[in-house]
């Protein structure tokens, strides 16, 4: 290699790291020119009125549920995924603990009562330990709306809170099943009287009223769902799912009606009663039903008067006739219908709210990029590091850091992380080329040395 190549191969390392701070120095300040414009406009508005306290629980507690429902949108996935997990578990011991209390009870109204009496707990568990469900995940549809989240982030968070709660009441199925109808696998349904004094069951009992009995065999004959027959549940269920989250996403809002925790139980406690008394359909907690029937495929349960068996087309037509139209009915009904209404009432200020949890978003963002400009520009310029490949190491790895902490930030920011992430990477291999070519052309001039000698 000559003396020629090596001076052009220093011109062009120069010349990217000239280009490399300028286009992270042109981008910074497109968006802090950006960023000004929005952050002075969003200063005209006045906030004062937020600070007063408002004359209305509805108005007072449905800001704070948007705020919230914000927050949770942009949950980072392991949170959201940990926080579903723990929902639907505790909704499997609400179940469960109902199922234990149906035994026995073969008047409708009385097992409406105790059904209602007892599943508060589970969102009780939820409020005060902690968890997260899909049902009220839904709200955060109208944060999207306004801006104030991405939709990637609430659909995403939404899916990670709705896989964590099926894990949750799959593993509380799990274990239930494990605990009380595995020891007696063969047994349990064998004896002849009053299946429902048995937890198996009451389960069957349940799984054939929402799933209306499709695909299950019935004194060994298998029911078959007409097309008809199936739309009109189907439609059932949706409208169900649309009620159902009405009432548990209101929950929500009673939790910052009040600071008194006695109150917020009694809130909670009459909220859920109305709901499951009223049986309507919750994709979570009808989740659990649809584990305990695939747990179950197989078994048969003698009613006295004849059997019933779950097989795995019953399965099959549950998930598709009830959990599909519940979550649906879910998403509807607690994600557009309840907030959009009270946004018709109370808009003005949640919309003030929303406009000041932007100006402090953008104000946030403009102080970031100004601090990882002078950083870079520092790591670049005045790094006592001498050592060129391992000055573009660190370049690497900040801008990597960088990058991993803009994921909880909108996709209009992550550019900047990401520019830098693949500046410091063509640097890097460019100060890697340099380097061998450098290798390269000691070993010529120490072979050229001695070949004179």
């Not at 449905?62 to 980072?76: C, D, G, H, P």
């Not at 940990?82 to 008047?107: D, E």
């Not at 979550?327 to 509807?332: D, H, R, T, V």
Request: proline content about 2%; charged content about 20%.
């Amino acid at each position: 290699m000559s003396n020629k190549d090596h001076v052009e191969i220093n011109e062009q390392r120069d010349k990217f790291k000239k280009n490399h701070r300028d286009i992270i120095s042109w981008n910074s300040k497109q968006k802090i020119k950006i960023l000004d414009k929005r952050i002075e406009d969003l200063k005209q508005y006045d906030y004062s009125s937020l600070n007063e306290k408002s004359h209305s629980f509805g108005e007072e507690a449905f800001t704070n549920v948007f705020i919230v429902a914000s927050e949770k949108a942009l949950s980072r996935p392991m949170k959201a995924l940990i926080g579903g997990f723990l929902g639907g578990f505790f909704v499997a011991i609400g179940y469960i603990a109902c199922i234990y209390a149906l035994r026995g009870i073969t008047n409708s109204g009385i097992k409406s009562i105790i059904f209602g009496a007892v599943f508060p707990i589970a969102i009780l568990l939820i409020t005060f330990i902690g968890g997260g469900l899909f049902t009220s995940n839904a709200i955060g549809f109208l944060p999207v709306s306004l801006g104030n989240v991405p939709a990637g982030s609430y659909m995403r968070s939404l899916f990670l809170v709705l896989i964590g709660n099926f894990l949750g009441t799959f593993v509380g199925a799990s274990i239930i099943f494990i605990a009380e109808l595995l020891p007696s696998y063969e047994t349990y349904f064998s004896s002849v009287g009053s299946y429902t004094d048995t937890y198996g069951g009451v389960v069957i009992n349940l799984f054939a009223h929402k799933a209306a009995e499709f695909g299950m065999m019935v004194d060994g004959n298998m029911v078959n769902a007409t097309p008809m027959v199936f739309f009109k549940i189907f439609m059932s269920n949706l409208a169900s799912g649309i009620f159902c989250n009405i009432l548990v996403a209101a929950t929500l809002w009673f939790t910052f009606a009040t600071k008194n925790a006695a109150a917020v139980i009694l809130l909670l406690c009459i909220d859920i009663f109305a709901f499951a008394i009223s049986g309507f359909a919750h994709v979570v907690a009808n989740g659990f039903i649809f584990f305990m029937g695939m747990l179950m495929s197989g078994m048969t349960v003698n009613t006295g008067t004849g059997t019933l068996e779950i097989t795995s087309l019953a399965v099959f037509y549950f998930l598709i006739a009830n959990l599909l139209p519940a979550m649906i009915g879910n998403l509807f009904g607690g994600g557009v219908m309840l907030p959009f209404m009270a946004y018709g009432m109370y808009g003005r200020r949640v919309r003030l709210t929303s406009k000041k949890m932007k100006l402090e978003f953008y104000v946030s963002i403009r102080e970031e990029i100004i601090k990882h400009e002078e950083y870079y520009k520092e790591l670049t310029d005045s790094s006592k590091e001498k050592d060129p490949v391992k000055l573009a190491k660190m370049q690497i790895e900040k801008a990597k850091t960088d990058f991993k902490e803009s994921k909880d930030l909108s996709k209009s920011w992550k550019t900047s992380a990401v520019q830098h992430l693949r500046a410091s990477r063509a640097e890097y291999k460019l100060v890697i080329k340099q380097s061998r070519q450098d290798k390269k052309y000691i070993k010529i001039e120490k072979k050229s040395k001695s070949n004179k000698k």
